[in-house]
């Protein structure tokens, strides 16, 4: 489908992970998704990363002549829940990691930063267990969606900056 053929509603949900599992998102719909103009970490080649709908079909991504997404196609094979949940779980496991590294190299001289990676830490969603609609559910604040239109792209929260767009590795 192209952005204009995109169906809009919950059900909807396009999950981007990348390939290393370092990194996720999920937006509304595909057509949320074709308006992105860059996906996953600074720099990362767009091919790094898979979509995936809400039934955790694969979802082929089509790219134009400048690497921006056109299109989302369904692939042929079944759908894998099971494996969109291990990798959500492996892309929150790696946050952990992140936090707990980013608290180690801060140490003493980070007084005001400390708490609030303490904070981002004990917020992590713990993804054991239910479907993938629930495990999506319990990750919405971290990963979307949340609106991508221009001005709005980065409001999500503080855990969303941090995780989505702000993780470096």
């Known amino acids: 489908m192209t952005a204009s053929e995109q169906p809009t509603g919950s059900t909807d949900i396009v999950i981007a992970i990348s390939r290393d599992d370092h990194w996720a998102h999920a937006y509304e719909d595909g057509r949320t998704a074709l308006g992105v103009r860059t996906f996953g970490r600074s720099g990362q080649d767009p091919s ?74 004990q917020q992590l969603p713990d993804l054991q267990g239910g479907s993938l609609a629930e495990d999506l559910r319990h990750v919405r604040t971290l990963l979307g969606p949340h609106p991508m239109d221009g001005d709005l792209q980065n409001r999500g929260s503080f855990f969303h900056n941090l995780f989505v767009h702000g993780m470096r590795t």
């Not at 979802?59 to 494996?83: H, I, K, R, V, W």
């Not at 708490?115 to 830490?121: I, N, V």
Request: charged share 25%.
């Open 48 to 121: 790094d990363i898979e979509f995936f709908d809400l039934s955790g079909r694969s979802l082929t991504p089509g790219f134009g002549p400048d690497g921006e997404l056109t299109e989302l196609q369904p692939s042929s094979s079944p759908a894998d829940p099971d494996t969109v949940q291990r990798r959500l779980r492996a892309v929150v496991a790696y946050a952990g990691d992140y936090l707990r590294q980013q608290r180690a190299e801060a140490g003493a001289a980070s007084d005001e930063l400390g708490p609030q990676l303490d904070t981002a830490e």
